[in-house]
């Protein structure tokens, strides 16, 4: 089964899939492009970088998103999750998509030194469902789950995402509406 974690920068996916490293062996995808150059340029506007997005597919292989659990039962682990703002753009089973407050996603961009204008830009497109829409578009409703992480912790959250994986949970895009930030 191939799993990916994504949601607007902020919403807590790095931090909430930590809280499962025991349990999932974790691919953080933002690491790997920087660290595999796996970008075409750097957007100078936004301080970024334009991801290659056939190179990572590239990269990541035919991924089955299983980790094999040793014999010994030492608790190695048992998945294998893709993590980032990008990767519903991966082929993926299930698709959990984090969601967050703009108002609070916006505090935590800005507590973490994001620029005021891409705190804003991010706010606003987490009001408009812009990941959950792309989600949804590329994978259907049946593979989408949304997670709310405001005024959550991340082993909270953390548990959420594991019943995804473990089948205890139903799809749920369309669940959770920040329309009225705007």
Not at 95 to 115: A, H, N, Q, T
Request: proline share 4%; glycine share 6%; charged share 35%.
């Amino acid at each position: 089964m191939r799993v990916v974690v994504t949601g607007t920068p902020g919403t807590g996916k790095t931090t909430a899939v930590k809280a499962l490293s025991t349990q999932s062996r974790i691919v953080h995808l933002n690491d790997a492009i920087r660290e595999h150059e796996l970008w075409t340029e750097r957007d100078a506007d936004r301080d970024t970088l334009v991801t290659d997005l056939d190179g990572v597919r590239e990269w990541l292989g035919e991924w089955d998103g299983s980790a094999e659990q040793s014999s010994a039962g030492d608790g190695a682990p048992r998945h294998q999750l893709v993590e980032s703002h990008l990767a519903h753009h991966l082929e993926a089973d299930r698709v959990i998509v984090l969601r967050c407050r703009p108002d609070v996603l916006e505090d935590r961009l800005l507590e973490r030194g994001e620029p005021p204008k891409k705190a804003k830009e991010n706010a606003e497109s987490e009001a408009l469902d812009v990941i959950l829409s792309e989600a949804v578009d590329f994978h259907g409703e049946e593979h989408v789950y949304e997670i709310d992480t405001t005024d959550r912790t991340p082993d909270e959250v953390a548990a959420d995402i594991r019943a995804v994986l473990d089948g205890e949970r139903e799809p749920s895009a369309g669940a959770v509406n920040f329309i009225d930030y705007l």
